[in-house]
């Protein structure tokens, strides 16, 4: 992508990262609301849910979709297409005076929210093709997206006490509007479009339905169980689809997705370990959180700062310290150790007492996983989009964020089936409720380490060491 000043490109990243924490503020901003919308609202515990899946399900489902879409219309033109996308469907969330359009209104923004992200990725591997200033530029990116959940909290919590619920949705407006102007300013047209591909419809409709009706099934696996008729019926639909959709993608002239991505030794591993990173990171994030408020008693905003030390550690990170320790060491030994603290991290969580006190219980835990993701993210990004070529740049991006995204989703659901499953047999064993509770959390961290340290041992044995100085030129 041209840029005729090296300080432009910085501007633009710093701007598209705008669009990316926008994104990512809003699958965990809205956690925090969610009592006063069903009190405006009148929703039931059951369709409350619905807030948050809907915006879930349309995500997972459209962001490979995204990708290809930028491949064959331009990343930039794509991206300011998903954020006019997202932030007019937050206005029509923030204006919402009834269930089925803040329902709906939910449902497009994770439309918008998947195209934008699933591009983002692809824009910045684009713009930097300099090893040292891609390894920086994307310890950035990976510091936004780690991050941004925490800083969702921390402004969802602010925003809904002190105006109402309907801010977390209209702050979007200024900040998709000025993002949308200095995009149009900053980067250029010129991106690697493919006029010859056409695409896939086929392989859209196969893998969207698949993606859409396996995050449907797991995000509400629990509520439905995990081996009744329903989710079984779902889970099973959307195996056939992919089946189909990789029967397709292997016939068709123009893939959504080429498979031949796959023998790409790094593209393929860093997917994997993907799936796995994002099921121990959600059990760190999520069960934490829970951790801190049904067992220590800490309000959302104190949940908010408990995560602080991992943000600033992981912002150490991402400000240069990641892309130096990269150029110096490639991006397999990063990527094992921080797995492998990230492990040590859930494992210190699955010690956590009952009685607890931030000192003891939560920072050293939060220390390590900051260490670990800020150490880990990086690589397995680079990893994943390095071998690409330019041309299926959005594709690779699309297909990492969806490793992320349905790793994450599946990780949560069994994670927190484990931690149900096991507080239910302590409570009836006669344990008190908090004892059960804690008993529930440390297995779900517990697993959470497994996830990590299988992680680490396949991006550390697996993946190859040399990817990223090979690459001058993306």
Known sequence: MPHSDSANRWLALYVLCAGVLMIVLDTTI????????????????????????????TFGGFLLLGGRLGDLLGHRRTFLGGLAFFTLASVACGLAGSQAVLIGARAIQGIGGAIVTAVALSLIMNMFTAPADRAKAMGIYGFVCSAGGTIGTLLGGFLTTALNWHWIFLVNLPIGAVVYFFCLRLIAASTHQNTEARLDVAGV????????????????????????????????????????????????????????????????????????????????????????????????????????????????????????????????????????????????????????????????????????????????????????????SGIASGVVNTSFMLGGALGLAVLASLAGARTEALAVWGADPRIALTGGYHAAFAAGAVFAVIAAAAGGLVIRASALPAHDSA
């Open 30 to 57: 809205v956690n925090v609301a969610l009592p006063s919308i069903r009190e405006d609202l009148k929703f039931t515990e059951t369709s409350l849910v619905w807030v948050v899946n809907a915006y879930m399900v």
């Open 205 to 392: 409709a196969a893998v969207t339905a698949a993606s859409m009706l396996g995050v449907y099934a797991i995000v509400n696996g629990r509520e439905l169980g995990w081996t009744s008729t329903a989710t079984m019926g779902m889970l099973g639909t959307a195996a056939a689809l992919l089946a189909a959709f990789l029967m397709i993608e292997s016939r068709v002239r123009h893939p959504l997705m080429p498979l031949a991505m796959f023998r790409l030794r790094n593209v393929a591993t860093a997917n994997v370990v993907g799936v796995l990173w994002a099921a121990s990171m959600f059990a760190w994030f999520f069960i934490s959180a829970l951790y801190m408020q049904l067992v220590l008693g800490y309000t959302p905003m104190q949940v908010g700062l408990g995560f602080l030390p991992a943000n600033l550690i992981m912002a150490a990170f991402s400000i240069g310290l990641s892309a130096r320790i990269v150029m110096r060491f490639g991006i397999r030994i990063p990527l094992a150790a921080g797995l492998l603290l990230a492990a040590a991290g859930l494992a210190l969580f699955a010690r956590a007492r009952v009685d607890g006190t931030f000192p003891v219980d939560v920072m050293p835990g939060m220390t390590l996983l900051g260490l670990g993701a800020g150490l880990a993210l990086n690589p397995v990004l680079l990893a994943a989009m390095s071998d690409v070529d330019p041309a299926d």
